[in-house]
Nanobody, 122 residues
């Protein structure tokens, strides 16, 4: 079974940047698609990005193109989410999720890690 460990959250000032990490284990990393999501209190979970580990193809919802970039390091079995120009409305718990297929499906991720909290101060 796939295990995911998200890290890298913290507090940042508005306009700042953070890089989140998602370390994957328990299955062949190259056969996965891994996505990032966030959920703020009282709001629905929001899909942010997905990457196909094999070829590195990145997929974003139209609403998220620009400030967030997903990437992966096959040598470390890790996927990253680089976030720039953070604003208070970006504050949320951020989660990574995975599926053991080589394509992304934003609502079809059966494996989830625990969230990492991002706080943005104004």
């Amino acid at each position: 079974e796939v295990q995911l460990q998200a890290s890298g959250g913290g507090e940042v000032q508005a306009g700042g940047s953070l890089r989140l990490s998602c370390a994957a284990s328990g299955s062949t990393f190259n056969d996965m698609a891994i996505g990032w999501y966030r959920q703020a209190p009282g709001k629905e979970r929001e899909w942010l990005a997905c990457i196909i580990v094999d070829d590195g193809e990145q997929i974003y919802p139209n609403s998220m193109k620009g400030r967030f970039t997903i990437s992966r390091d096959k040598t470390k079995n890790t996927v990253y989410l680089q976030m720039t120009s953070l604003q208070p409305e970006d504050a949320a718990a951020y989660y990574c999720a995975a599926r053991t297929y080589r394509w992304c499906h934003s609502t079809g991720m059966p494996f989830w890690g625990k969230g990492t909290q991002v706080t943005v101060s104004s």
